[in-house]
């Protein structure tokens, strides 16, 4: 369903039909008049009457232009939308019985989550008969948090729902940090190899010319 127009939710000028209004504003003492009189005082200002609380008693109107205020409204959303990060939740599968490869394996996988700031679903599916192995699993996911601290901290603990046992994962803050700090201590680390070998490069063009007999050049 499509969001009803900025300026279709409020009523301006001629549109605002009740007797009397509360009228505020720039440099304007909050005060209750006739809306006849309001209007005759945004007309006299060169603004607009514009109906910000209609369900106040009585309503509340502000005398403003009303280009501006619909600016300022927009410009307010923008903000409050800019401000709401989406955070995905990623699902990470264990059995009560994983080996380390598998382990290592995922735990690279929620490295990556977390750095890239989403959260991680942790969970330990128990099938038929393993459920007696419930305790084993929620070391695991102990484990596997422990491992994680660098990048993420604990949302949730481990708990048993049915046949799973999850665990919730929040990202921290300077785990993307600490990603860009080794990405940039990886690249100065080649810095070094490049200037050991420029010297070299320059001694061997140091003399082009045809090498004489009985003449040594290292002296």
Do not use: W
């Amino acid at each position: 369903m499509k969001k009803p127009n900025l300026k279709q939710q409020y009523r301006v000028n001629e549109q605002i039909r009740v007797r009397e209004v509360r009228i505020v504003g720039d440099d304007i003492e909050s005060s209750v008049v006739s809306t006849s009189k309001a209007l005759q005082m945004a007309e006299q200002r060169g603004v607009d009457l514009v109906e910000i609380s209609p369900n106040a008693e009585p309503p509340v109107c502000r005398l403003i232009d009303y280009s501006k205020f619909i600016y300022q409204q927009k410009k307010h959303q923008k903000e409050i939308k800019a401000k709401q990060v989406k955070v995905d939740v990623k699902e990470i599968r264990f059995g009560p019985q994983t080996d380390d490869h598998d382990y290592n394996f995922k735990l690279k996988h929620a490295q990556g989550f977390l750095s890239d700031g989403d959260k991680v679903k942790a969970y330990v599916f128990f099938k038929g008969r393993s459920i007696l192995f419930k305790e084993q699993g929620e070391v695991l996911l102990l484990r596997f948090a422990a491992d994680l601290e660098e990048y993420g901290k604990v949302e949730q603990m481990p708990q048993l729902e049915g046949k799973r046992m999850i665990m919730f994962l929040a990202p921290k803050k300077q785990a993307s940090t600490v990603k860009k700090a080794q990405e940039e201590s990886d690249a100065s680390s080649e810095i070094p190899m490049r200037e050991k070998k420029a010297p070299q490069q320059k001694a061997r063009k140091e003399y082009t010319g045809p090498k004489v007999e009985g003449e040594d050049f290292d002296d």
